[in-house]
């Protein structure tokens, strides 16, 4: 399955097979859907919007579960499930990361410290750490309990940062950014790792690590994806 959600304020799932959608359009968002994320085993789904709530939905049912999670007073662009399932991380317009029980939907902790919006979110691998990618220009690894920065704010961007992602093992970190490069991070040190990684002729809005941490994809709005070596920083396939 693929989750998807559109401007049209509709969550939506995708047979990957087939290429069909699954049941009938999730509705409920007031306005743009701007995020989605599938729960863990599959079953649930959380929703971030432009009408400044998140959501959670039944896949079987096409319904919320519970109310609408408020709390943050602009868009939420981003939003994750930890590995465990039992939190949610969203990022918004108003700068903050916050954190949401997934069972009860209470508000857990509020993350401060980015001053401008916060466009990505990930957990590590281990559910203990958060980075976040944000439009100062910086990114931010978070204590996933405390809510504290342990790392950074990591500067060498001069631009937005629309997107972030840790590898399985949570060695590294790859962002993407409005200057069209991608960049490689050390996890234990906050340095980057050589030299931005160019060849896009747009903003990078997306990015992944394959699974044994070797490469990463980059998706960019000049409507090409790149796939670089992370030891060597070349893009085999350009």
Known sequence: RIVSGSDDGTVRIWDV?????????????????????????????????????????????????????????????????????????????????????????EEVRVLRGHTNSVWSVVFS???????????????????AETGETVLGPLKGHTNDVNCVAISRDGKYIASGLDDRTVRLWDTQTGQAIGEPLRGHKDSVYSVAFSPDGRRVVSGSEDSTLMIWDVESGKCPTH
């Open 17 to 105: 097979e087939t290429r069909q959608a699954v049941g009938t359009p999730h509705t409920g968002h007031e306005y743009y859907v701007l995020s989605v994320a599938f729960y863990p085993d599959g079953r649930h789904i959380v929703s971030g919007s432009a009408d400044g709530t998140v959501r959670i939905w039944d896949t079987s049912t096409g319904r919320t579960v519970g109310e609408p999670l408020h709390g943050h007073i602009g868009s939420v662009w981003c939003v994750a499930f930890s590995p465990d399932g039992k939190r949610i991380i969203s990022g918004s317009w108003d700068q903050t990361i916050r954190i949401w029980d997934a069972v009860t939907h």
């Open 125 to 143: 691998p281990d559910g203990t750490r958060i980075v976040s990618g944000c439009g100062d220009s910086t990114i931010r690894v978070w204590d």
